[in-house]
């Protein structure tokens, strides 16, 4: 059974930076990624990263700003948040895909094991 476990959530001001951190069980997870969903929102993919590490995806509000990694040996994905708004306050959640993956286009429904998420609020 996989676990995800997340940390680095808080309580922030606008503009700060804030790491997220996602440590999982062992096994092989052929993508990692964060997903976010604020109060009366849906669910969205922020940012998803290959087990090659290549062809990250971001999303659009966080681009340029934001940076996944993740380290196969350790099993753990790390989002780091820069220049933080107030519309990024929401609940992050690590999540994986634990079959082998050929898409090019991710889908929340291509995960398939979540962690629990942590709060991140951002104060204007």
């Known amino acids: 059974q996989v676990q995800l476990v997340e940390s680095g959530g808080g309580l922030v001001q606008a503009g700060d930076s804030l790491r997220l951190s996602c440590v999982a069980s062992g096994r092989t997870f052929y993508v990692m990624g964060w997903f976010r969903q604020a109060p009366g929102k849906e669910r969205e993919l922020v940012a998803a990263?290959?087990?090659?590490?290549?062809?990250?995806y971001y999303a659009d509000s966080v681009k340029g700003r934001s940076t996944i990694s993740r380290d196969n040996v350790k099993n753990t994905v790390d989002l780091q948040m820069n220049t933080l708004k107030p519309e990024d306050t929401a609940v992050y959640y690590c999540?994986?895909?634990?079959?082998?993956?050929?898409?090019?286009?991710?889908?929340?429904?291509?995960?398939?094991?979540w962690g629990q998420g942590t709060q991140v609020t951002v104060s204007s």
């Open positions: 990263i290959r087990w090659t590490g290549r062809n990250s």
């Open positions: 999540a994986v895909v634990t079959r082998p993956y050929s898409g090019s286009n991710y889908h929340i429904n291509d995960f398939d094991s």
